[in-house]
């Protein structure tokens, strides 16, 4: 069949430009994993904060991998550990000040990419159609 072929080596050159374009575009000293991390609580928007298990679906990992990342950006100042007033034995991983305010002084040098660009021509539709899709695949 024609079509998953196409969609993987589609879906594969863009995974290839996304790559190259995040490796000439570092956001402070960070590295693809952490910055992975630092945006996916920024999507989720105020208070910017999820579980671990929550944070290591979006990314695909184990937990162990996520430990070690939130370790490293904890170190940073750039999230924190915080437990739940509710419920002690959770834990959430927040973004700080610190963390938002890095993500918002390197927004505008992201927008110059050409691939941000190319995925801002995208109609609302399309984008939420595209998000949806590579949730499923993902």
């Keep these: 069949m024609v079509v998953p072929l196409e969609v993987t080596t589609l879906i594969g050159r863009l995974s290839a430009r ?3 374009e ?14 992975d991390i630092l945006a996916a609580l920024a999507s989720r928007g105020a208070p910017f904060r999820a579980k671990p ?3 290591a679906g979006w990314s ?4 162990a991998a996520i430990t070690a990342r939130v370790d490293r950006l904890e170190a940073r100042g750039l999230v924190e550990r915080i437990i739940d007033s509710e419920d002690r ?5 927040s973004l700080t000040s610190a963390g938002i305010d890095l993500l918002r002084s390197q ?3 992201l927008t110059e990419r050409p691939l941000f660009a190319d995925i801002q021509k995208l109609t609302k539709k399309e984008s939420a159609a595209l998000c949806a899709i590579l949730r ?3």
């Design 89 to 93: 034995r959770i834990r959430w991983i």
């Design 18 to 20: 996304a790559t190259n």
């Design 107 to 109: 927004a505008l040098a």
């Design 22 to 35: 995040a490796q000439s575009s570092v956001i402070s000293d960070l590295g693809a994993n952490e910055v």
């Design 136 to 138: 499923k695949l993902v």
């Design 53 to 55: 298990s929550e944070v």
């Design 60 to 63: 695909g990992v184990t937990g």
